[in-house]
């Protein structure tokens, strides 16, 4: 959940109304949606950009080869030269490629630009819960404007230890003392950490651009996690430093490693035992002797890596065929016109 939208949340509700659907659950995200500029800028031209910017949004759906039957009805024209293929294919692609979300984007809906991603719900359960892409899981590291609120508990829980996942994995990349904003700028960052567009085509401060704007937001899905009477034993808030300051012992860091996804887990244990002359097929006994290695922090931030590396590179893929080469092409463009303005008026 999230507060200050530059887009009015009953305007975003309007928006999901045009598909023909019923969602368990839908959010709005990114630039199109919260201000990410960390200087000020004045009223008109704040409004000027927001409506160059595209409004992001994901759709979940309990049945997604429904959904793309009804949306072909009504919105053929959001769909590249795949939607000829029908809802079922459509399906197939959507969940057997990338992230197993299936974007149209550069829609014009009124006076705004619209991309949206459709995912399964069981797709995303199982991403929140594993971080088997983070793909979507991990735009929900960070602020977004909930248009639909989850229908299941199942759906409810897997949210909740998404954010719970996303702190432990921070506070094991953290010094022993840092910041509120450097441990939501590390929290947000996670999704970024292999992601190839952050080498060309993205700014190399969204990261920063996400957070400071959005400290408020950052704070309220966050503190009640890390002042809770389990992370307030072992992170403490100094008011005089304006800092946090957490315990880096063996014990906690394993605290810390049991509570990350299976994916996560599963990349270190490779990496673990490509490299040591000591490999472990016991989990446990893995994390107990990475909880004494000064390389934890290493291995965490190369299986985060690895997961957002493959599934950003799949999904570019996969999108150049569900938006079509043209529409690549022009979001691309977007894309690298505006890391140009940025390097021009820095």
């Known amino acids: 959940m999230s507060t200050a939208a530059n887009v009015p949340k009953a305007l975003l509700q309007q928006l999901i109304q045009t598909f023909p659907h019923r969602f368990s659950y839908a959010f709005a995200y990114g630039s199109g949606v919260f201000t990410q500029n960390i200087t000020k800028t004045d009223d008109n031209k704040k409004?000027?950009?927001?409506?160059k910017n595209m409004i992001d949004l994901i759709l979940v759906t309990d049945d997604s080869q429904d959904f793309h039957h009804k949306n072909l009805i009504r919105n053929r024209s959001h769909y590249s030269v795949l939607g000829?293929?029908?809802p079922k294919w459509l399906t197939t692609i959507q969940e057997s490629f990338g992230a197993k979300v299936y974007f149209n984007t550069l829609i014009q809906m009124d006076d705004y630009l619209i991309k949206y991603g459709v995912i399964s719900t069981k797709h995303l359960i199982a991403d929140c819960l594993d971080w088997q892409t983070l793909y979507i899981s991990?735009?929900?590291?960070?602020?977004?404007?909930?248009?639909?609120?989850?229908?299941?508990?199942?759906?409810?829980t897997a949210?909740?230890?998404?954010?719970?996942?996303a702190i432990h994995s921070a506070l094991i990349l953290l010094s022993e003392t840092f910041t509120e904003e450097q441990l939501y700028t590390t929290i947000a960052g996670l999704s970024y950490l292999g992601d190839f567009r952050m080498t060309f085509g993205e700014d190399k401060q969204k990261v920063q651009k996400i957070v400071r704007p959005q400290i408020h937001n950052f704070r309220h899905l966050y503190q009640p996690l890390i002042t809770s009477k389990t992370l307030s034993r072992l992170v403490d808030w100094n008011p005089h430093s304006k800092a946090y300051r957490?315990?880096?012992?063996?014990n906690s860091l394993y605290y810390h490693l049991n509570h990350l996804p299976k994916t996560v887990e599963r990349y270190v244990s490779d990496e673990w035992n490509r490299e040591s002359r000591h490999p472990f097929t016991d989990m446990d006994e893995l994390l107990k002797n990475l909880a004494n290695s000064i390389?934890?922090?290493?291995y965490v931030k190369q299986a985060i890596h690895r997961i957002v590396q493959n599934s950003s590179m799949s999904?570019?893929?996969?999108?150049?065929?569900t938006a079509g080469l043209l529409k690549s092409f022009r979001y691309s463009n977007q894309k690298i016109s505006k890391m140009f303005r940025i390097f021009e008026n820095p």
């Not at 409004?47 to 409506?51: E, G, M, P, V």
């Not at 602020?143 to 299941?152: A, C, F, G, I």
């Not at 949210?159 to 996942?165: D, K, Q, Y």
Request: charged residues 25%; negative net charge.
């Open 315 to 321: 999904q570019s893929f996969k999108g150049l065929f």
């Open 246 to 250: 957490q315990d880096c012992s063996p």
């Open 295 to 298: 390389e934890c922090k290493t």
């Open 138 to 156: 991990g735009r929900l590291h960070k602020p977004v404007v909930v248009l639909q609120e989850p229908t299941s508990s199942d759906l409810s």
């Open 159 to 165: 949210l909740a230890i998404n954010i719970e996942s």
């Open 47 to 51: 409004d000027a950009d927001l409506r």
């Open 84 to 86: 000829s293929l029908g």
